[in-house]
C-alpha cells in the first residue's frame, strides 16, 4: 500500500498516525521539532470530555472589555497584534450570539461525545494506559457570583449530555484538603481523567509505532500538492509523492489548506504553564479555577499550572504578566506551593466558532484536514485519529462531519 503522509507530530497527527497504521497502512510523519513539542507539549493533561463550551460564548460581551483592561484577566490581547487579528476577532464575536455559540456547543458535544471510544484502541495498550489517572476533574469558583454566571453555561452542558456534581465548600475541603478556603462552589466532572504527563505518553506512543514501522522526518514542510492519484509533500525542496496527505499542523495549518483550495481563518490562543516540581502530593486531581482561567494538574514531574488565553499569534515573547498571575493565583490557591523552576508558551489552534476543522479539502479528496482543536486537542486526538483514518479508508466516521468542514467559512 502506498504511503501515506502526515504533517505534523502533535497530538492529532501521532493519533492519526496510529489509526491509520491500525488500518495498516506505511506512515511518514514530517516534523521538524520532534514529537509532541508544539501545543502538546505543555498542556494541562485533561481528558476534558465535559468542555464543551467554548471561549466564544455569549458571556463574551459583557465580560470581554472588563478582562482586557484588568491586570488580573486570564484573557489578554496583545495589543500591536490586533489589525491582524480584527478579522478573526469579528468572527469570534459573532460566533458569541446566541443561536451560533449554541451551534458550535453542540458540535463540539457531539465530538467529545465520541473522545472516550477515540481513546480506546490506544488505550487498550497497557504501556499507554499507565499515564492515565482516573480522578475526575474539579473546577473550582472563589465567588458565588461567577457560579451564579456560570449557570447558563452549566445548564446548556447538562442539556448537552456532560454529567457532572454541584459541589459546596465543604465538599471542596473534603476531596482536596490543601486548598486554601477560598473556593465557595465546585463541580466535579464525571468520568474525567488526566495523563501523567502528555509528552510522555505521546513520546511512548511514537515508539511503539516507530517500531512498527512509522517513519519520522525532522523537517518543515513548505508545501503541499493535490494530483490525480494522491498529493505531494515539499519539504527540502524535495517534491514526494503519497497517496493521501494529513494535514495536522496545529496552528500552523491554515498555509497548507490555502495551497488546497480553502480559505480558513485560523489563528492562536496562547497559553502558558509553569511547574512546580515534587509537588504532585498536594492535590489527587486535576484542579481549575474558573476565575483565574488555569488547571492545576498533578504530574509525574511536579504539579502543572496550566492555562489563560493570550490573543496574539505566534510572537516569541513570553507575557511576564501572565506567568506571575499563574505564580500567584495558584500560590493563593495552594499555599503550601514553593517556587516554579520552568514556564511555557504555547500556541492553541483555534477558529473563530471554536470548532474544529475535520474532513476533505476542497481542491482533493487526498488532503485530509485534522486541525484547530482549540483547549481540546488532547482530548479529541483519538476521535480524531479515527475519523482521519475512516475518510481515508471510505468508511462512514462516528458522526456526521458537516459541522466540521473547511468550506464553512
Ligand atoms: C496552556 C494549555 C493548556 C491546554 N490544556 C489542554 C487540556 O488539558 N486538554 C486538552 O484536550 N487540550 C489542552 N490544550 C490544547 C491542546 O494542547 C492542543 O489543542 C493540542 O496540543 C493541539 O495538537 P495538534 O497536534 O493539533 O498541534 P501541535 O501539538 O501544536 O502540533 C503541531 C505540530 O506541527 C508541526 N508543524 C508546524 N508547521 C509545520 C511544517 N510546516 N512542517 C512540518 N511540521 C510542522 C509543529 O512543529 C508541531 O509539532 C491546552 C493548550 C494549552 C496551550
Known amino acids: 500500500m502506498p504511503d501515506i503522509a502526515i ?29 509532541g513539542q508544539g501545543a502538546s507539549f505543555g498542556n494541562a493533561g485533561t481528558f476534558a470530555h465535559y468542555a464543551c463550551i467554548p471561549v466564544n460564548n455569549p458571556s463574551v460581551f459583557s465580560d470581554l472589555p472588563r478582562f482586557l483592561l484588568s491586570n488580573d484577566s486570564p484573557f489578554r490581547l496583545r495589543w500591536g497584534y490586533l489589525p491582524q487579528l480584527a478579522p478573526w476577532l469579528v468572527r469570534f464575536m459573532m460566533s458569541s450570539l446566541p443561536r451560533r455559540h449554541e451551534a458550535s456547543a453542540g458540535a463540539l458535544a457531539a465530538l467529545l461525545g465520541h473522545a472516550q471510544d477515540g481513546y480506546a484502541p490506544l488505550l487498550a495498550n497497557e504501556k499507554l494506559a499507565r499515564f492515565v489517572r482516573p480522578r475526575e476533574c ?17 445548564d446548556l452542558r447538562r442539556k448537552l449530555g456532560v454529567a457532572f456534581d454541584v459541589l459546596a465548600a465543604a465538599d471542596i475541603r473534603a476531596l482536596e484538603p490543601s486548598l486554601a478556603p477560598i473556593f465557595e462552589r465546585g463541580v466535579l466532572f464525571n468520568d474525567s481523567w488526566h495523563f501523567s504527563n502528555p509528552q510522555d505518553f505521546l513520546q511512548t506512543l511514537y515508539e511503539q509505532l516507530a517500531a512498527q514501522g ?15 492519484d494522491g498529493a505531494s509533500v515539499t519539504a527540502d525542496g524535495n517534491e514526494r509523492r503519497f497517496s493521501h496527505v494529513v494535514v495536522a499542523t496545529g496552528a500552523r495549518s491554515a498555509q497548507f489548506a490555502r495551497q ?16 512546580y516540581p515534587g509537588a504532585q502530593q498536594l492535590i489527587s486531581r486535576p484542579v481549575g479555577w474558573a476565575e483565574r482561567g488555569f488547571y492545576m494538574t498533578p504530574m509525574s514531574d511536579g504539579i502543572r499550572i496550566a492555562g489563560t488565553v493570550e490573543l496574539g499569534g505566534f510572537s516569541e515573547t513570553r507575557n511576564r504578566s501572565l506567568i506571575d498571575l499563574l505564580t500567584f493565583s495558584s500560590k493563593r490557591a495552594l499555599p503550601a506551593l514553593d517556587t516554579p523552576d520552568t514556564n511555557w508558551l504555547g500556541v492553541r489552534p483555534t477558529l473563530p466558532d471554536g470548532v474544529p476543522v475535520l474532513g476533505r479539502s476542497r481542491a482533493s479528496e487526498r488532503v485530509i484536514y485534522a486541525f484547530g482543536h482549540q483547549h481540546l486537542g488532547l482530548t479529541l486526538a483519538g476521535v480524531s485519529g479515527r475519523i482521519v483514518a475512516d475518510l481515508i479508508a471510505r468508511r462512514a466516521p462516528p458522526l456526521d462531519l458537516a459541522p466540521y468542514a473547511a468550506t464553512r467559512f
Open 138 to 154: 474539579l473546577y473550582l469558583y472563589s465567588n458565588g457570583a461567577s457560579f451564579d454566571a456560570a449557570r447558563a453555561a452549566l
Open 260 to 275: 488546497c483550495g480553502d480559505s480558513v481563518p485560523l489563528d492562536t490562543e496562547r497559553g502558558y504553564h509553569v511547574r
Open 7 to 35: 504533517i505534523g507530530a502533535g497530538f492529532i497527527g501521532l493519533a492519526s498516525a496510529a489509526a491509520l497504521m491500525r488500518d495498516g497502512h506505511h506512515v511518514t510523519l514530517f516534523d521538524p521539532s520532534g514529537v
Open 214 to 228: 512509522l517513519k519520522l522526518e525532522r523537517t518543515t514542510v513548505s508545501a503541499v500538492r493535490p494530483f490525480a
